[in-house]
């Protein structure tokens, strides 16, 4: 079946504009997190959602970030007034657990640029 | 300190030899341990899940955890070309219904043919 799509793939956008993410995760699953991951470094944890409800928001890094997921499936991830230090990689990840295997699946990516 | 320790490498090795990669982590109430591959440019992707003591194998590849050492490392047999990628330790540092993984920073692997 299908994965985990991410759009857009690429984004550039000026210092101070607001962009939105959006992750559509593979039908069915009902946990999804959105990770950030910067060059040369491993993904950073932001927030968490099971269904509709967002259970862990606590890695987002300042109040510009904001996360949604109000149908339970897809989900949008804001950024208000971009920063440069807001130049990453964001990760969606949806993820199916069972007593034996717990896998969390990774979008492709949305690759941010702010300049 | 970082939760999870990774050497960032990189490391390198002929064809068909044994790669090994190694990872530490701080927390002693993580349960769960994970491998991604990652490829340049790519998202990861799970090659190797482990969540109790000892060895783990699946074809070329072995997952291998101590809890009491707070280590867990992977072992890729026969390594190929297309093993080449950056290896990310990931542990889920607490059996809670969220999940969440704490990556380290990865290991950068070269298979030199």
């Known amino acids: 079946g299908a994965g985990v799509s991410q759009s857009p793939r690429y984004k550039v956008a000026k210092r101070g504009q607001d962009v939105a993410l959006r992750c559509d995760p593979i039908s069915g699953h009902v946990s999804l997190f959105w990770y950030q991951q910067a060059l040369g470094q491993g993904p950073e944890f932001l927030t968490y959602?099971?269904?509709?409800?967002?259970?862990?928001k606590s890695g987002l890094p300042s109040d510009r970030f904001f996360a949604e997921r109000p149908e339970g499936s897809v989900s949008t991830l804001k950024i208000q007034r971009t920063q440069q230090e807001d130049s990453a990689v964001y990760l969606c990840?949806?993820?199916?657990?069972?007593?034996?295997?717990?896998?969390?699946?990774f979008g492709p990516g949305t690759r941010l640029t702010v300049l | 300190q970082k939760e999870v320790e990774q050497n960032s490498g990189p490391l390198s090795v002929p064809e068909g030899a044994i790669a090994s990669l190694n990872c530490t982590y701080s927390?002693?109430?993580?349960?769960?341990f994970f491998w991604y591959r990652q490829y340049s440019g790519k998202s990861p992707e799970l090659i190797m899940s482990i969540y109790s003591n000892g060895d783990k194998e699946d074809g070329r590849f072995t997952a291998q955890l101590n809890k009491a050492s707070q280590y867990v490392s992977l072992l890729i047999r026969d390594s190929q070309p297309s093993d080449s990628a950056t290896y990310l330790c990931?542990?889920?540092?607490?059996?809670?219904?969220?999940?969440?993984?704490?990556f380290g920073d990865g290991t950068t692997l070269t298979v030199k043919p």
């Open positions: 927390d002693r109430g993580s349960q769960s």
């Open positions: 959602f099971q269904n509709e409800a967002q259970l862990d």
């Open positions: 990840a949806s993820r199916v657990r069972s007593q034996s295997t717990d896998t969390q699946y």
């Open positions: 990931a542990v889920n540092v607490r059996n809670t219904n969220a999940g969440k993984s704490t």
